[in-house]
């Protein structure tokens, strides 16, 4: 059995109609739900893109992110923000060991940065340049009517940068098809087609979209739009208070993200019809997941700063998809992750577990069966902490600072903080859940 996992980052779990969505164009997302097991509850085990990308790769959990080594040369300094340890077997070394054909094809920048690993065990790795702010063009070649186009609230210095690198890297777009996710699901297309060997393959196709900045084609801001904008464009968030929007910049911010949203579901479909052009639906294990969400102004707050630990930026989408079509529509309410992955992926292989992988094989659940049990669930994004059960959500910093807990049978959203008022019920949930799952205290690094 062949086994294709597609990553796209960024992606908000309520803005696909096979979640509820009912205003946002994805029906290939919807589509492939409706084929798949279709997980309710699922979160990173760690934020965001290098902690949650690791744990997919490894299936061992980067929480609580002791040891954690600040990458020289990365400008991220967020907690276990750091390589794939080399003592950690990847999913892709363990397949082609067994046999497999192994293949990678990203536009997620921070995996490729020096020594960070995520290449290892791919007999095949293609990076396609371009994203935010990767080095890839001098950022002083950049078009200045499109720079000057950007909205610089905030810090406008490090904004008008930001913006210069990207518009530099991807100047000269002639079609859409020179667009970066485009180019992502195109060459997972002809990764697909060039897969004859007789062996079995293992394709990782990770689009670093719909991550900001936001500037898919026209056509796709018309979806959403009333009419042309008056203003300067909200490309790209700040992290942190939405403050510096007003109402109609709000509204652009939302738009420019569903219709980025729309322009990789376009896509994706158009690789989910390679698949079906090359009969390979009928013998490959299919994954598709997010790392996170993004803010678009729900609790005043844009982006994904660490401290903003609502549905918004935590909910995830997971669709598993069984050639034989077991599990086929149905939901699960399991919590499940991405250190999910690995052992799923390796368990619906009939391939032993490496006994350091944490994860749970949740293929079980395709067959009607429990899995191992997980009556809560608890992740990490920097220093900060959240879990949840079936009647509660709370995060705080990791020393228990600036805790909030919510009601989620009363208050699904999280936008009333009952803390003051159970203040018991916060603290017991981080003692047992955070502190067991963490296996004693958090660490805390002076950076």
Request: glycine share 8%.
């Amino acid at each position: 059995m062949n086994v294709v996992v597609v990553i796209l980052d960024s992606l908000r779990k309520d803005h696909v109609g096979a979640y509820g969505n009912d205003w946002i164009q994805t029906p290939n997302l919807d589509a492939l739900a409706g084929e798949s097991l279709r997980f309710t509850r699922s979160y990173a085990e760690s934020y965001p893109t290098i902690p949650a990308r690791r744990a997919i790769h490894t299936g061992i959990r980067t929480f609580p992110f002791r040891n954690w080594i600040p990458q020289q040369d990365d400008n991220v300094k967020l907690y276990g923000w750091q390589r794939i340890p080399e003592d950690q077997t990847t999913l892709a070394e363990t397949l082609v060991d067994k046999g497999y054909e192994t293949m990678l094809v990203t536009d997620t920048e921070h995996q490729f940065k020096p020594s960070m690993n995520f290449q290892r065990g791919f007999n095949v790795f293609d990076y396609i340049r371009g994203q935010t702010t990767d080095h890839y063009r001098p950022f002083y070649a950049a078009p200045q009517d499109q720079v000057s186009q950007g909205l610089l609230k905030g810090n406008p210095a490090a904004m008008k940068y930001q913006l210069s690198q990207y518009f530099s890297n991807n100047a000269g777009r002639q079609s859409e098809e020179d667009w970066l996710s485009p180019q992502v699901f195109s060459g997972g297309s002809e990764l697909l087609g060039v897969s004859k060997s007789g062996k079995p393959f293992f394709l990782v196709v990770d689009s670093y979209d719909p991550h900001e900045p936001w500037d898919p084609p026209e056509e796709y801001l018309k979806l959403y739009s009333d009419g042309p904008f008056e203003g300067k464009e909200p490309f790209w968030p700040l992290y942190g208070s939405s403050d510096y929007l007003n109402e109609s910049q709000i509204k652009r911010l939302r738009t420019r993200y569903a219709a980025e949203v729309t322009m990789v579901d376009r896509w994706l479909g158009r690789f989910l019809d390679r698949m079906e052009d090359l009969g390979l639906f009928e013998n490959t294990l299919f994954m598709l997941l997010s790392d996170h969400g993004v803010g678009l102004a729900e609790h005043g707050v844009s982006g994904k700063p660490a401290f903003a630990l609502w549905p918004e930026i935590t909910d995830t989408v997971f669709l598993l998809r069984h050639p034989e079509g077991a599990g086929a529509g149905e939901t699960s309410d399991y919590y499940a992750s991405t250190h999910d992955v690995a052992p799923t992926v390796l368990g619906s292989l009939g391939i032993e577990l490496p006994e350091a992988m944490q994860g749970q094989d949740l293929s079980p659940i395709l067959e009607g069966e429990e899995p191992g049990n997980r009556p809560h669930f608890s992740v990490a994004y920097d220093n900060y902490v959240w879990t949840r059960d079936d009647q509660y959500a709370m995060f705080s910093r990791n020393d228990f600072e600036e805790a909030r807990l919510y009601d989620l049978v009363e208050d699904p959203n999280m936008d009333n903080d009952i803390y003051g008022s159970q203040p018991g019920v916060a603290r017991k949930m981080f003692r047992d859940y955070i502190l067991e799952d963490a296996g004693g205290p958090l660490p805390n690094y002076d950076v």
